[in-house]
């Protein structure tokens, strides 16, 4: 595998800082370089308690400017023992739309993929329809105990109606997937997290037992790049 295979996503203008608090879901501060303290959207709602406390790392992108908003920040990544995790959920379309257009698809050679497609039944959306007959939702994994990577890290409503409806596409004879963005390194296998949300967990294995593929992709992140490394085994 060459790098320019491995090669997803380029992020540009990132800037370090250190994490202050949270006052909310979509909001935290943060001290930058000059001192300044700074409001930072965060696009990921998850709990993210294991990289979002007082003093760690953090890696931030300004707002595009053509965009009228609050806050001039959004939050990037933050920093493990590992490096740092890519917990920008407004990334995720991109980097699987060069994972799915590239030679490590897992979905195998596509020669059609259009985003962000309503389902048959007119009740989910998905994030991707490939090649006109398989059915794709992608989902980021920014949790890991141990040596294994866990999803989801809060309950996750939208997942689970998402997971139920690609097993009913399964079933009725469709080809459906989803894919994990596992975004924590050094771990072995992926599986979802039953202690945090038993009825996804339930669901995904009821899923796979329907036909529903499911591909925890390892990705690594540098602080610029994302970079494919392979997939990971799940149970």
Same mark, same amino acid.
């Given at each position: 595998?060459?790098?320019? =295979? ?8 990132? #800037? ?7 006052? =909310? ?22 709990? @993210? ?16 400017? %053509? ?7 959004? @939050? ?30 897992? @979905? ?16 989910? /959306?998905?994030?991707? @329809?490939? =090649?006109?007959?398989?059915?794709? +939702? ?9 040596? +294994? ?25 469709? /080809?459906? &997937? ?7 390194? +050094? ?5 979802? %997290? ?6 996804? &967990? ?15 992709? #390892? ?5 610029? #790049?994302? +970079? ?8």
């Amino acid at each position: 595998m060459n790098k320019s =295979n491995c090669h997803l996503l380029f992020v540009p203008d990132t #800037q370090q800082a250190v994490f202050l608090s949270r006052p =909310n879901r979509f909001l935290l501060n943060a001290r930058i370089s000059s001192g300044e303290i700074v409001e930072v959207h965060v696009p990921d709602p998850g709990r @993210l308690k294991e990289l979002l406390y007082a003093g760690n790392n953090i890696l931030i992108i300004p707002a595009p400017e %053509n965009t009228v908003r609050k806050t001039k920040w959004s @939050l990037a990544a933050a920093e493990d023992l590992t490096g740092w995790i890519l917990v920008n959920t407004s990334f995720h379309r991109k980097i699987a739309t060069s994972l799915l257009s590239g030679s490590n698809s897992p @979905l195998g050679y596509v020669t059609e993929l259009k985003a962000e497609v309503t389902s048959p039944s007119g009740q989910s /959306r998905f994030d991707f @329809l490939v =090649n006109g007959d398989t059915w794709v +939702e992608v989902k980021g994994c920014t949790l890991k105990v141990g040596r +294994e990577a866990l999803f989801p890290d809060a309950p996750t409503a939208r997942g689970l109606k998402h997971v139920t409806e690609l097993t009913e596409l399964a079933l009725s004879g469709k /080809r459906a &997937a989803v894919i994990f963005l596992v975004f924590v390194r +050094e771990v072995d296998h992926f599986k979802a %997290n039953e202690g945090t949300d038993p009825a996804f &967990a339930s669901a995904l294995k009821i899923a796979q037992s329907a036909g529903v593929e499911i591909y925890p992709v #390892q990705l690594s992140f540098n602080g610029k #790049q994302v +970079e494919y490394r392979g997939l990971l085994d799940h149970t």
